[in-house]
T-cell receptor
């Protein structure tokens, strides 16, 4: 089946540093979504991307839908302790897949004050 | 407030027993989904429903069953046939085919 390869698996950074993570796939996708999950909670949508090349910001977060439609990255600038959590990329091939998202394995982010 | 409610937050069962996890949404979304999350892994789709009285198997449907009798409700039953039921279960809903999923806060099921 379709797979998303998300990297890095984990990151340990100091407060104030910038963070970058990405997802790649061998398949073409129509949608790229980035979610954050706090421990014991459900994932919360951060950014949704719908067009190849699209660059979208949400506060300190910036994400881009790769031109080839096979990858996406998420950047977090000036990290703060509450950025801690697991970040997932997710994608949808569209068509008959109807909202069936494929998820990456997640990036665990730890921010040291 | 509009949202998705999963209950209970924690559930403990003995092996061999069926158990039903509740998921209710008041977002008026047509589609609802059940995902399973295991430590260190991404989410895997169990079942999904595009409309009332219809549902489809996801990638790991074996040992699970669902129903969609009402738009706002999509309960998941973990049957005794599920070989490894201990996991974190997440319910989600979406407005349409390419709309982002909105997740509930999950139910952690432990089977001993």
């Amino acid at each position: 089946g379709q797979q998303l390869n998300q990297s890095p698996q984990s990151m340990f950074i100091q407060e104030g540093e910038d963070v970058s993570m990405n997802c790649t796939s061998s398949s073409i996708f129509n949608t790229w979504l980035w979610y954050k999950q706090d421990p014991g909670e459900g994932p919360v949508l951060l950014i949704a991307l719908y067009k190849a090349g699209e660059l979208t910001s949400n506060g300190r977060l910036t994400a881009q839908f790769g031109i080839t439609r096979k990858d996406s990255f998420l950047n977090i600038s000036a990290s703060i302790p509450s950025d801690v959590g697991i970040y997932f990329c997710a994608s949808n091939a569209g068509g008959t897949s109807y909202g069936k998202l494929t998820f990456g394995q997640g990036t665990i982010l730890t921010v040291h004050p | 407030d509009g949202g998705i409610t999963q209950s209970p937050k924690y559930l403990f069962r003995k092996e061999g027993q069926n158990v039903t996890l509740s998921c209710e949404q008041n977002l008026n979304h047509d589609a609802m989904y059940w995902y399973r999350q295991d430590p260190g892994q991404g989410l895997r789709l169990i079942y999904y429903s595009q409309i009332v009285n219809d549902f489809q198997k996801g990638d790991i449907a074996e040992g699970y069953s669902v129903s969609r009798e009402k738009k706002e409700s999509f309960p998941l039953t973990v049957t005794s046939a599920q070989k490894n039921p201990t996991a974190f279960y997440l319910c989600a809903s979406s407005q349409g085919a390419n709309s982002p999923l909105h997740f509930g806060n999950g139910t952690r099921l432990t089977v001993t």
